[in-house]
T-cell receptor, first 113, second 118 residues
């Protein structure tokens, strides 16, 4: 299965709160899991990425948690800010591929001041 | 900071017409990609290109689509006979290396070309 399933579709969080977005996959050949952030009218931009040999990666306020056995990974945004309001896509790439990304359906995050 | 550029930003065309979408990848990148995003939906992989040939393509990338790197800087996507369902945002992306060597490199996306087929 080539799909990456993402939830929720939309998320509203108060400023300072924690935003959590979840993704799941079936294909164990996936071995690279990036998160992309997209603002309206812009292309996706890499936010943070993880390989399945680690269970967590943190960069500033953004953390990826990875559960290899459950085939799930999630993005946590700590101390969410209005400037974080964007659409977030999880993605996966398959080992041996040319790096083409398979994206989830996206989560529209709104952070209320 | 280097960036991927795309032209035009918006293209309106009539059904059945040919369109060419243009991209200038980051100069030292070797792998090039086209993705599309139908309004409100997920980003979908179309094709990857390396060493002047297609590396991989999705089911979406049928005979109506073609890609070309006509010179050392441009990377184009051609749709020969557009259909209404081709209306979407088309993103070009590039990266220095793909994951074949076991490493992963960020794909940089351009701002996209919005294609509207009427």
């Amino acid at each position: 299965q080539q799909q990456v399933k993402q939830s929720p579709q939309s998320l509203i969080v108060q400023k300072g709160g924690i935003s959590i977005i979840n993704c799941a996959y079936e294909n164990t050949a996936f071995d690279y899991f990036p998160w992309y952030q997209q603002f309206p009218g812009k292309g996706p931009a890499l936010l943070i990425a993880i390989r399945p040999d680690v269970s967590e990666k943190k960069e500033g306020r953004f953390t990826i948690s990875f559960n290899k056995s459950a085939k799930q990974f999630s993005l946590h945004i700590m101390d969410s800010q209005p400037g974080d309001s964007a659409t977030y896509f999880c993605a996966a790439s398959m080992g041996g591929s040319q790096g083409n990304l398979i994206f989830g359906k996206g989560t529209k995050l709104s952070v209320k001041p | 900071e280097p960036e991927v550029t795309q032209t035009p930003s918006h293209q309106v065309t009539q059904m059945g017409q040919e369109v060419i979408l243009r991209c200038v990848p980051i100069s030292n990148h070797l792998y090039f990609y086209w993705y599309r995003q139908i309004l409100g939906q997920k980003v979908e992989f179309l094709v990857s290109f390396y060493n002047n040939e297609i590396s991989e393509k999705s089911e979406i990338f049928d005979d109506q689509f073609s890609v070309e790197r006509p010179d050392g800087s441009n990377f184009t996507l051609k749709i020969r006979s557009t259909k209404l369902e081709d209306s979407a945002m088309y993103f070009c992306a590039s990266t220095w290396a793909a994951n074949i060597a076991g490493g992963y490199y960020e794909q940089y996306f351009g701002p996209g070309t919005r294609l509207t087929v009427t």
